[in-house]
Nanobody, 124 residues
Framework: QVQLVESGGGLVQTGGSLRLSCAVS????????MGWFRQAPGKEREFVAA????????YYADSVKGRFTIAGDNAKNTLYLQMDSLKPEDTAVYYC?????????????????WGQGTQVTVSS
């Protein structure tokens, strides 16, 4: 079993920055992919970014490429999402997710573990 707990959401102005954290516990994660998704009101949950916990390339949605950075800290068992140049359209609940495979897929239903979510609101 994997437990994921997000933190770091909040209210920020357009152009500002936030860093989300996801504390990971319960299993060894060397063969896991870790990711961030988001869901805005009235919209489906969508892929934001992901990495393989063991290292390697990061993957980003086109809408956040160049503005968001995903990173993992093995020593702290924590996943991060640095969000810069935030826009009002980034407003959503952000979820940390884990997948028991090293392949990264964008489909939410392919990810088996989820955190409770943290709200990010970007004001114009």
């Amino acid at each position: 079993q994997v437990q994921l707990v997000e933190s770091g959401g909040g209210l920020v102005q357009t152009g500002g920055s936030l860093r989300l954290s996801c504390a990971v516990s319960g299993r060894t994660f060397s063969r896991y992919a870790m990711g961030w998704f988001r869901q805005a009101p009235g919209k489906e949950r969508e892929f934001v970014a992901a990495i393989r916990w063991s290292g390697g390339s990061a993957y980003y949605a086109d809408s956040v490429k160049g503005r968001f950075t995903i990173a993992g800290d093995n020593a702290k068992n924590t996943l991060y999402l640095q969000m810069d140049s935030l826009k009002p359209e980034d407003t959503a609940v952000y979820y940390c997710a884990a997948r028991g495979a090293t392949t990264v897929v964008h489909t939410p239903r392919a990810w088996g573990y989820w955190g409770q979510g943290t709200q990010v609101t970007v004001s114009s």
